[in-house]
């Protein structure tokens, strides 16, 4: 099952049959104090800068979200939208609970894009799915139901179907809509990564489906967040995950090294040729 996004002049392509996609998620305040000031300011050069450096280290989607106390959500993220568009040309996604910011976005947005996200409960299902649907969006669905975050695997994979089963009655293919089985920190509970990838395999298995992670969140609150984010990352790429919104510069390579260890990489080549630019991508940040 492929999902497809596009921009003006690129298709991205989502599947378990595909290289891996990452979607950049850096174009987002929440934790980034710098990015919520320069949007306080106006300041679009900085919102530029994050939309280059992403693509540059690989990002194949970019995230966009501008939840930030103070401003006019509406007009910005149609700014932001129009910035990102003006450097770089890969697929949107547009990431916002509120549905007027969703539809403010997806105006700016060209060809395909991506909204994040909806999730199982009844009032987000009536409100979102319709501006997917008259769009012609594609949709991030989280396992999310009326009751809040399952705690199960099989719980999880019902606020999946939940999801699949309303878009279908207006018309929204399942390959439209990528399940995020959602990732809790293991320093609050420590089976929470195995829930998440079993849900990932359940989602693979029942409904087909692509599955979306945001991954970083499984090391919250606990030091080397990093390898714990890449070990983690891995195991659910393995696991049938076929795109996630992380950070191009930190997780790259990792997913690049684990496309390469499931035959996804014909001669190594995507593996090489972003090592090399990995590599000259250092020597420059380093020398600014």
Known sequence: MH?????????VIIGIDKPFVMIGEKINPTGLKKLGAALLEGNMEYVKQLARRQVDWGADVLDINVGQPGIDEIAMIQKVVESVLSVVDVPLCIDSNEPKILEAGLRIARGKPLVNSVNGEKKQLSGILPIVKDRGAAVIGLTIDDNGIPASAEKRLAAASTIVEQAARIGIPIEDIIIDP???????DSKAATITLETIR?????????????????????PDRPSINSAFLSLAIQAGATCSI???????STVRATDLLLGRDGNSIRFLKYFRSAEKLREQEAVK
């Open 3 to 11: 999902t497809i996004l596009k921009s003006e002049g690129r298709e």
């Open 202 to 222: 359940l989602v693979r298995e029942k409904l087909g489906a692509n599955i979306n992670l945001g991954a970083s969140n499984v090391s919250f609150g606990l």
């Open 246 to 252: 992380t950070d191009p510069v930190k997780l790259g």
């Open 182 to 188: 959602l990732v809790m920190t293991v320093g609050a």
